[in-house]
Nanobody, 118 residues
Framework: QVQLVESGGELVQAGGSLRLSCAAS????????MGWYRQAPGKQRELVAD???????NYADSVKGRFTISRDNAKKTVYLQMNNLKPEDTAMYYC????????????WGQGTQVSVSS
């Protein structure tokens, strides 16, 4: 059974930093591309960053230069380092696998809330 457990979100001031973690289980993590998504109130869920099994990375334009995605295959964990946070980064953040440009797993984790005050 696939499980995705996100953590690390909290309330921070603009300009601050956070590191999100996503612990994965129930699938072969090292072979699976992973992504971080976010959903703000009243908005659709959007892809923030993704990383392939061999380490190729893509970022949404809105976070380029501020966010860094990484993975530790031994720990089956994907991370999102977020620097210079802005109020518009406020959202619930989720991780999921990636396949053909879409989320891989139908069951999402509970997410972790990031709130950035101005």
């Amino acid at each position: 059974q696939v499980q995705l457990v996100e953590s690390g979100g909290e309330l921070v001031q603009a300009g601050g930093s956070l590191r999100l973690s996503c612990a994965a289980s129930g699938f072969i993590f090292s072979f699976t591309p992973m992504g971080w998504y976010r959903q703000a109130p009243g908005k659709q869920r959007e892809l923030v960053a993704d990383i392939t099994s061999d380490g190729s990375i893509n970022y949404a334009d809105s976070v380029k230069g501020r966010f860094t995605i990484s993975r530790d295959n031994a720990k089956k964990t994907v991370y999102l380092q977020m620097n210079n946070l802005k109020p518009e980064d406020t959202a619930m953040y989720y991780c999921n696998g990636r396949r053909s440009g879409s989320p891989l797993f139908g069951n999402w984790g509970q997410g972790t809330q990031v709130s950035v005050s101005s």
